[in-house]
């Protein structure tokens, strides 16, 4: 395809990406790869789902045009180079393999000897939904993507979060690499599904940095959770999230008859409600931090006094300062080993941090402007978003230059339910169900193709592609 100036980069990319062959290809791949189903709890389901990403990215072959190709079979044997996928095992048992796809034009070996500038695409493989949610609420793939009246959505699980993050992921890609196929020669493109996104599993992150390298040689790293377009064409950008702790809290006393034996008995959970209410009254909406008491439950029946109770409890904050404080005073409404005698005591147990991804990063901002001329160029006008929810920028922002929703547009993530049955708004499809704006797929997909192009321009020290 012919190079075309820097400043038309992402129209060239959108006009190639809306052909109507390539949007019935990346529909019907969006359409298998939501079809098949994968829970994080379901580790086979979870590896079928790798397999199934790794066969779609194996569609791509960065090879650039003047490789030598003297016969069909050694086209092949390139093209196997180009696409490297490799299957990583989760460290528990839980879950299934994280996967790691390197598109490279040098064979594996070399780049182990001779690293390479990388840039990183990150996805997710898993979803929130059980196999029996889904059948009770009849929740599956429905394409109106062609449909005005309908407000042209794809519905169905994970076609927000994350399945179209993924193909959004491989449109830029080859978009990229359909502009300017000498773009792939100097820079490893490394696309990086984490297995168990959902439940923050920690050891992505060192996969991730296993896979990616050095962060000297690192021009960036591009996260495809999903991003809104607005209907004035303002697209969100992600560029900062709030850290998450979550604890369980244990109460015990001490277990007896609700009527022979309440004088003697400790009841473990209305202590555990008075620790509740304590930890709840951390929030303080002007330091953004918020506690929420997820889960709770204990004893056996109303004629017994319980002797255990247990909650879930979760506190989000925006700033490494609010998020230390918040966590220190949660943990410190512990009971001590001195309360430990006839009385209820309480013990907390931090079960997971997911650390803030702080805002105002420099290697946010400089993906952030790139964004903004990559839109520009489109119609569009880039927003930083800080974001409540937390995801893989969250592990990796500290280490290299990350922004986030890259994905494509849509709404109700995480919902399955139909809507109520005299909803008076529910006249659209996907009204309470997660979907996808079908639209929002292609210029999403050509700002980051733009933008991965200046990236590796600029690492290479030319100018965009021009005629």
């Known amino acids: 395809m012919t190079s075309v100036r ?52 194996s569609s791509l072959d960065i090879a650039h045009e003047d490789a030598e190709s003297d016969s069909g079979e050694s086209q092949r044997i390139h093209k196997k180079r180009s696409i490297q996928a490799h299957f990583i095992d989760s460290e528990s048992s839980l879950y299934g393999p994280h996967l790691s796809i390197r598109v490279s034009e040098q064979h594996q070996s070399s780049v182990a000897t001779n690293p390479r500038p990388t840039i990183g695409l990150v996805s997710h493989l898993d ?105 004035d064409n303002r697209a969100k950008v992600v560029t900062s999230r709030k850290g998450r702790c979550i604890w369980e809290v244990v109460s015990r006393g001490i277990e007896g008859h609700a009527g022979n034996a309440h004088h003697t008995s400790r009841n473990a959970i209305t202590q555990l409600c008075k620790t509740l209410l304590a930890i ?53 409404l512990g009971s001590t080993s001195g309360d430990h005698t006839d009385e209820p ?19 946010s901002t400089r993906l952030l402007r790139a964004y903004e001329r990559a839109a520009k160029d489109l119609g569009y006008v880039v927003e930083a978003e800080a974001r409540g929810g937390g995801s893989d920028g969250n592990w990796l922002w500290d280490r290299y230059d990350v922004v ?39 210029p999403k997909a050509a700002m980051t193709a733009a933008v991965l192009l200046e990236l590796v321009h600029a690492a290479q020290g030319t100018r965009a592609p021009h005629a």
């Open 6 to 57: 820097g400043e038309k980069l992402a129209r060239a990319c959108l006009a190639y990406l809306q052909d109507p062959t390539r949007e019935s290809f990346y529909k019907d791949w969006l359409r298998r790869l939501v079809q098949h189903n994968s829970y994080t709890q379901d580790p086979a389901a979870i590896r079928r789902q790798a397999e199934l990403t790794a066969d779609f990215f």
């Open 127 to 231: 979803t929130v939904y059980p196999d029996n949610v889904l059948e009770r609420h009849g929740f599956q793939w429905m394409d109106y993507a062609h449909d005005d009246a309908a407000g042209n959505r794809v519905l169905g699980p994970g076609t927000m979060d994350i399945k179209g993050g993924t193909v959004v992921m491989h449109m830029a890609l080859n978009a990229m690499r359909a502009i300017s196929p000498s773009s792939c020669k100097s820079v490893d493109f490394v696309v990086l599904l984490d297995a168990a996104e959902e439940e923050n599993a920690i050891d992505f992150a060192d996969v991730a940095a296993a896979q990616l390298g050095d962060p000297r040689y690192c021009l960036a790293c591009l996260v495809f959770e999903a991003g809104l377009i607005t209907s």
């Open 280 to 332: 709840s009254d951390v929030t303080d909406y002007s330091t953004g931090v918020t506690v929420n008491v997820g889960t709770i439950r204990g004893g056996k029946g109303v004629n017994s006094v319980p002797g255990e109770a247990v909650a879930e409890v979760e506190m989000r904050a925006a700033t490494p300062v609010a998020f230390a404080r918040a966590a220190a005073a949660i943990e410190a």
């Open 345 to 363: 005591y309480v013990t907390i147990h931090r079960r997971l941090t997911l650390p803030v991804w702080g805002a105002g990063s420099s290697g």
């Open 404 to 442: 986030d929703g890259l994905g494509p547009s849509g709404y109700h993530a995480h919902c399955s339910a139909p809507p109520p049955v005299d909803a008076t708004h529910a006249a659209l499809p996907g009204s309470h169900q997660e979907f996808a704006e079908w639209k929002s797929f292609a």
